[in-house]
């Protein structure tokens, strides 16, 4: 008896696993943050000119295409961009990778980046990417 309990649960283990959710086989829209640059954790100098560059996956499966965005945010959700880069993306898989320059500001404490997917030309998401960094 303990050892069918076990099998039972070792099955809904492996059944689960295999779940839609998983990034292999999405079925719903899907971002992956690759890599960004200053890294995660890095502390930014108020005053200071910064690069962010982010490498993002994206998965388009319940639209013809989307748009992913590099938003710049300061502690209180404002832009510190005039423009917004963003790419035009197809149904399916795409790596893209998407750069800025700002100047931190300095009467911030917090500078986020988010990369938000939008799908059929819509203005919300919930697939989306963000790195907070802290300004000193």
């Given at each position: 008896m303990?050892?069918?309990?076990?099998?039972?649960?070792v099955?809904?283990?492996?059944?689960?696993?295999c779940?839609?959710?998983s990034p292999?086989?999405?079925?719903?829209?899907?971002?992956?943050?690759?890599?960004?640059s200053?890294p995660?954790?890095?502390?930014l100098?108020?005053?200071e000119?910064?690069?962010?560059t982010?490498?993002?996956?994206?998965?388009?499966?319940?639209?013809?295409?989307?748009?992913?965005?590099?938003?710049?945010?300061?502690?209180?959700?404002?832009?510190?961009?005039?423009?917004?880069?963003?790419v035009t993306?197809?149904?399916?898989?795409q790596?893209?990778?998407?750069?800025?320059?700002?100047t931190v500001?300095?009467?911030?404490?917090?500078v986020t980046?988010?990369m938000?997917?939008?799908v059929?030309?819509?203005?919300?998401?919930?697939?989306?990417?963000?790195v907070?960094?802290?300004?000193?």
């Amino acid at each position: 008896m303990v050892l069918r309990s076990w099998l039972l649960v070792v099955a809904l283990v492996a059944v689960s696993a295999c779940g839609a959710n998983s990034p292999t086989s999405p079925d719903t829209d899907w971002i992956e943050l690759n890599s960004i640059s200053p890294p995660s954790g890095t502390v930014l100098t108020a005053g200071e000119s910064i690069t962010f560059t982010a490498t993002v996956t994206c998965t388009i499966v319940n639209s013809d295409g989307g748009t992913v965005a590099l938003l710049l945010l300061d502690q209180g959700n404002r832009s510190l961009q005039t423009v917004q880069p963003h790419v035009t993306l197809a149904r399916g898989d795409q790596t893209v990778t998407l750069s800025d320059t700002i100047t931190v500001p300095v009467s911030g404490s917090t500078v986020t980046v988010t990369m938000p997917l939008f799908v059929n030309g819509s203005n919300s998401t919930r697939a989306l990417k963000r790195v907070s960094y802290t300004v000193r």
